[in-house]
């Protein structure tokens, strides 16, 4: 993975690993390799206590079998890529 934060993401315990998808149809994708970010949230416990371990855990961690649409941006990731703008 290329760019700023490619050196924040492990792909299959492996950083800069190829990401593996499968196509299930015209618009679904399923995650075939485990994606995990290990940067950055820009969000400190200091001012966001409320926000868990394991909630951060769960917001940096994709596993096999999860499935996406590769267009939209879950809730979780805004932080990270925002829904609108160029990239």
Avoid: C, N
Wanted: hydrophobic share 35%.
């Amino acid at each position: 993975m290329r760019g700023p934060w490619g050196s924040a993401f492990e792909i299959d315990d492996e950083k800069g690993g190829p990401i593996r998808l499968e196509q299930r149809d015209a618009s679904t994708f399923e995650v075939k390799s485990r994606i995990k970010f290990d940067g950055d949230m820009g969000l400190p416990a200091a001012k966001y206590p409320h926000i868990t371990d394991e909630m951060r855990r769960k917001a940096s961690v994709l596993e096999p079998g999860e499935t996406s649409d590769l267009a939209s941006v879950p809730s979780f990731v805004r932080w990270f890529a925002d829904p609108y703008g160029a990239y």
